[in-house]
């Protein structure tokens, strides 16, 4: 993740270098790493955890609202507040498989 952060850091005149990875515009990488602008916080949220603290990678959080606002990518993803509940619903389910998992 900080490699990823380092990527998109600011410059030295406080603006910011690039809105995705490769620039302006969407590219494999900011695909790759969409888990990071979806679907961590979504997991963060339902598990009452937090996996990364507020003030870290904020060039990386500053890309996962670019990235999760912009209109291509939002016709593509779930609902978050209907993941969110899905997986609070089912944590222990997902907790006993991850046991299982582990034990092998």
Not at 10 to 22: N, P, Q
Not at 51 to 60: K, M, Q, R, S
Not at 67 to 76: E, F, L, P, T, W
């Amino acid at each position: 993740m900080k490699i990823l952060d380092a990527q998109l850091q600011l410059d030295l005149d406080g603006k910011i270098k690039r809105r995705f990875f490769g620039g302006e515009k969407l590219g494999y990488v900011d695909i790759a790493a969409c888990s990071l602008a979806h679907w961590l916080y979504v997991m963060e949220e339902a598990a009452g955890v937090r996996l990364v603290a507020d003030g870290e990678y904020p060039a990386l959080r500053r890309w996962a609202k670019e990235y999760v606002s912009d209109q291509a990518v939002k016709r593509c993803l779930p609902d978050r507040d209907k993941l969110v509940a899905f997986y609070a619903a089912n944590k222990e389910k997902f907790r006993s498989e991850i046991k299982a998992i582990l034990q092998q």
